[in-house]
């Protein structure tokens, strides 16, 4: 069964302090790993795919990587609106669009 | 482009009845999923619906169904509701088509039952 498993499960920095979140999973045959940005009451936002360890994705501040075990998002001196959970999710095998998502990191960005 | 709507935004019912969701995705994608998200277990699959076609089913109980029309768009049903279905539940569309597989999630329907 495919698992994901994110950390810390909360983060709170200030304005400017540059930080990382970790995504740790195991699955069988990994077609993809994506985030996604949610903020309350909202659906997911979607942010990065990844298909390969050795990849790197980058956004404004935000830059994701991907190794054969985990996968980290790393934030270069974040901003107040960069509050929100941040999800990751893994898709496995062809033909199978299933997501299985992590409980997600909830970040803090203190003015 | 506009992006995946799902209607209605809000519902409340009682145990017992049951519901419909509506879910229109992005214009060109083909590919139709649905998740429930609760505080407790986070964003869990439920189904996807590809040409009509549902093509893969998550761990719910028969209570939860789905369809998909000809024009992509696609409901979601839950019968017999019972205090545990509460829960935002949210659609994401997919292209399919060069390997393009990111699913665009919509705002969610927020349903509360009492």
């Keep these: 069964e495919d698992q994901v498993t994110q950390s810390p499960e909360a983060l709170r920095l200030q304005e400017g302090e540059s930080s990382s979140l970790n995504c740790s999973y195991t699955v069988s045959g990994l077609r993809g790993l994506f985030w996604y940005r949610q903020d309350p009451g909202k659906g997911p936002e979607f942010l990065f795919t990844l298909y390969s ?13 991907l190794t054969k075990k985990e996968s980290f998002l790393h934030i270069t001196a974040p901003k107040p609106e960069d509050s929100a959970t941040y999800l990751c999710a893994v898709q496995a095998g062809f033909g199978n669009e299933k997501l299985t998502f992590g409980t997600g990191t909830r970040l803090t960005i203190i003015p | 482009k506009a992006g995946v709507t799902q ?8 145990r017992g009845q049951q519901v419909t969701l509506s879910c229109s995705p992005i214009s060109g994608h083909r590919s139709v999923s649905w998740y429930q998200q609760t505080p407790g277990q986070g964003l869990q699959f439920l189904f996807e619906y590809f040409s009509e076609t549902q093509r893969n089913k998550g761990n719910f109980p028969g209570r939860f169904s789905g369809r998909q029309f ?12 019972e205090l ?10 997919s292209p399919l088509t060069s390997g393009t597989d990111t699913q665009y999630f919509g705002p969610g329907t927020r349903l509360t039952v009492l």
């Design chain 1, 53 to 65: 360890a050795g990849e790197e994705k980058e956004k404004e501040r935000l830059k994701a990587t």
């Design chain 2, 7 to 14: 209607t209605p935004r809000y519902l409340i019912k009682t």
């Design chain 2, 70 to 81: 000809s024009n992509s768009r696609s409901e979601m049903n839950v019968s017999t509701l």
């Design chain 2, 84 to 93: 545990g279905d509460s829960a935002l539940y949210l659609c994401a569309s």
